[in-house]
């Protein structure tokens, strides 16, 4: 069966530090990968979209990469700030399915 | 500022009652969506619109209801038939119809209570 899989257990890191988070699939073959940042009780906000030809995506201090032979995709977030504490969800486009597809969030603590 | 608006925050109302939520946006996006949120899952999909007058199923349609009679709003209605309905609803848009290289934009959602 396709699944979407993303750490359930809470991340905490020190301040400074980069956080990794991980998104793995299985079943799919993801044209887009689209990472959100989701803060209690309200709506994900979009963050970054990789395409399925690219390895690697940046945006200031996050960056996605996409490995379509591991069937993985991990978000990066250098120089980690209390600030950036939320849940991080990650979905997969596939064209076969023709709709997102959301992971259920691991949620990030950085600790002071 | 342009935005999605979801409303009410929070609705609380008696089993065999239906509902709406609301949601409307200024963005001038072609397509829009209900999502369902529970703990520990990811997001749902209720149903979709990609043009006015226009709407599909997404996965768990059952017991909701929607219209897109304008393109600024798609309200969803759940009613009585839906058997699980205490959930946090999200609506969101899409400068085009599904298309995975099109972000999704989110209001901030509404949380239902049936008791």
């Excluded at chain 1, 591991?70 to 990066?76: D, P, V, W, Y």
């Excluded at chain 2, 999605?4 to 946006?25: A, D, H, M, W």
């Amino acid at each position: 069966s396709q699944k979407i899989e993303q750490n359930s257990e809470a991340l905490n890191i020190q301040e400074g530090k980069t956080a990794t988070l991980t998104c793995n699939y299985t079943n799919y073959s993801p044209a887009y990968l689209q990472w959100y940042r989701q803060d209690p009780g309200r709506g994900p906000v979009f963050l970054l979209l990789i395409r399925e030809n690219e390895k690697e995506k940046r945006k200031e201090r996050l960056k996605v990469t996409f490995d379509t032979t591991l069937k993985q995709s991990l978000f990066h977030i250098t120089a980690s700030q209390p600030a950036d504490s939320a849940t991080y969800l990650c979905a997969l486009f596939s064209g076969g399915y023709n709709k997102l597809i959301f992971g259920a969030g691991t949620r990030l603590a950085v600790h002071p | 500022d342009g935005g999605i608006t979801q409303s009410p925050k929070y609705l609380f109302r008696k089993e065999g009652q239906n509902v709406t939520l609301s949601c409307e946006q200024n963005l001038n996006h072609d397509a829009m969506y209900w999502y369902r949120q529970d703990p520990g899952q990811g997001l749902r999909l209720i149903y979709y619109s990609q043009i006015v007058n226009d709407f599909q199923k997404g996965d768990i349609a059952e017991g909701y209801s929607v219209s897109r009679e304008k393109k600024e709003s798609f309200p969803l209605t759940v009613t009585s038939a839906q058997k699980n309905p205490t959930a946090f609803y999200l609506c969101a848009s899409s400068i085009v119809g599904v298309d995975g290289n099109s972000p999704l934009h989110f209001g901030n959602g509404t949380r239902l209570t049936v008791t």
